[in-house]
């Protein structure tokens, strides 16, 4: 919905209005608002830290097959736009990061960070507190992209996939970690199909 505002007064939209020539344009202000507040985001991209960037992806890209969008690059802190906008994002003083662009087979990017002062946690898998855990990524051969993992570094997290309706659906899942210490999950099959009638 478009809505013209002048001296704080608000015009209908699609109805005539009369503007004298002598308004200054300054005065008007245009607002485009959604119709309805609120409704389903899209998930754009996410941000990952790893010790070595470029073998992260390598790793991404030759085990889970995701491409590169923008090959590794450094990121300075200096006035440029992109160094302000790292500043406002990371405040004072990182001085520089590797960065590379990828993305997914749903087109979801992937931002792979390599920090000056980069630390590995004490215990990667934290999942008691406040933030995210996991992610998951989607193989109808899990299995088999499970021993991909191990077989270039990775760990598997469950001895084996466990099913969400044993002997009805194949429906199934296993907990992985990529060679950096990442943990992810991976479902054989779509998020919505295996909740849509209740996995427990």
Not at 46 to 57: L, Q, T, Y
Not at 128 to 151: S, Y
């Amino acid at each position: 919905m478009i809505s013209i505002i002048y001296d704080n007064f608000l015009f209908i939209p699609f109805k005539p209005i009369l503007i004298k020539k002598e308004i200054n344009p300054k005065q008007i202000k245009i607002e485009v608002k959604m119709t309805e507040s609120t409704y389903p985001r899209s998930f754009s991209h996410i941000g990952i830290s790893v010790p070595d960037v470029e073998a992260a992806v390598k790793f991404y890209t030759e085990v889970l097959g995701w491409y590169v969008i923008m090959e590794p690059s450094i990121v300075t802190e200096d006035d440029s736009a992109i160094g302000l906008m790292c500043t406002d994002v990371f405040g004072p003083n990182w001085e520089k990061f590797k960065i590379a662009h990828l993305s997914t087979g749903d087109r979801i990017g992937v931002e792979l960070f390599e920090f000056k002062n980069q630390e590995n946690p004490k215990d990667n898998f934290e999942y008691w507190k406040t933030g995210i855990f996991h992610f998951c990524v989607q193989d109808p051969n899990l299995e088999e992209l499970a021993e991909k993992i191990e077989k270039a570094g990775g760990k598997r997290r469950m001895e084996k996939p466990r099913f969400y309706y044993p002997g009805e659906k194949p429906y199934r899942m296993v907990y992985v970690e990529d060679p950096f210490g990442l943990i992810f999950e991976v479902y054989s099959h779509s998020y919505e199909l295996t909740y849509s009638q209740g996995a427990y």
